[in-house]
């Protein structure tokens, strides 16, 4: 699933009822993480501030994980649009075509 999602391309003989479920199901996962990865990230890098700024541990140890947490918070701010991108392009393929009922009859 990873790998249709950033190829954003459907694999060949793909069932498309087990695939549209697991991709609702990953899209709810990714929702998520779209909200509480920077928010998350960005409370640590600010204790890693506060850790830096307050004397207690070695200065360069709270500017190290200002910076760590702060790119993770940058990371889960992109990373889960790209995601719902692959998402909606692998679901769209996987979708009956909106005239398949007036082929049939």
């Known amino acids: 699933m990873n790998r249709a999602i950033t190829s954003r391309t459907a694999p060949p003989g793909a069932v498309s009822s ?18 509480w990865g920077p928010l ?21 140890f709270g500017w190290a994980e200002a910076v760590i947490f702060a790119g993770a918070a940058v990371f889960y ?16 393929q996987l979708q009956p075509p909106a005239n398949a009922e007036s082929l049939n009859q």
């Open 18 to 35: 087990e695939w549209l479920s697991a991709l609702e199901h990953r899209r709810r996962q990714v929702t998520s993480l779209r909200w």
């Open 40 to 60: 998350l990230f960005g409370l640590l890098s600010l204790v890693g501030v506060t850790v830096a700024l307050g004397g207690l541990v070695a200065p360069w």
């Open 77 to 92: 701010w992109v990373w889960p649009r790209r995601q719902l991108v692959g998402i909606a392009e692998v679901e769209a």
